[in-house]
């Protein structure tokens, strides 16, 4: 999804190649999503949006988490300092839109 989301990025700035890009780091930190199973099983029936919420929450403090940990080794792969919607540069309130989508979608793939 990284790889798209970069990519649709290049195409916003006219750049036709369409360049995804990633970091080795981030393989460990999307795995990590595979912990978000119990809390779905156990949310099962619950209204979608309060799932979509609890999910961003888990994937803000996924990101939040990760991203204090890397940063303070030099290795964060992603800064957002330059967002005005930024925490500590290293999460973007402006995505919880996207964080609460890509729950529901982790939810129908971690959950059949």
């Given at each position: 999804?990284?790889?798209?989301?970069?990519?649709?990025?290049?195409?916003?700035?006219r750049?036709?190649k369409l360049i995804?890009?990633?970091?080795?780091?981030?393989f460990?930190?999307?795995?990590?999503a595979?912990?978000?199973?119990?809390v779905?099983?156990r949310m099962?029936?619950?209204?979608v949006?309060k799932?979509?919420?609890?999910?961003?929450l888990?994937i803000?403090?996924?990101?939040?988490?990760?991203?204090?940990?890397?940063?303070?080794?030099?290795?964060?792969?992603?800064?957002?300092?330059?967002s005005?919607?930024?925490?500590?540069?290293?999460?973007r309130l402006?995505?919880?839109?996207?964080w609460?989508l890509v729950?529901?979608l982790?939810?129908?793939?971690?959950t059949?």
């Open positions: 999804m990284e790889i798209l989301w970069t990519g649709l990025h290049a195409f916003r700035v750049n036709l995804g890009k990633s970091s080795l780091w981030m460990p930190i999307y795995g990590c595979a912990f978000l199973a119990p779905m099983r099962k029936g619950a209204h949006l799932r979509g919420l609890v999910y961003m888990c803000f403090s996924g990101e939040y988490i990760s991203g204090i940990l890397l940063k303070s080794r030099n290795l964060c792969p992603w800064d957002y300092s330059k005005p919607y930024q925490l500590q540069g290293i999460i402006d995505y919880a839109p996207v609460f729950g529901l982790y939810e129908r793939v971690l059949r």
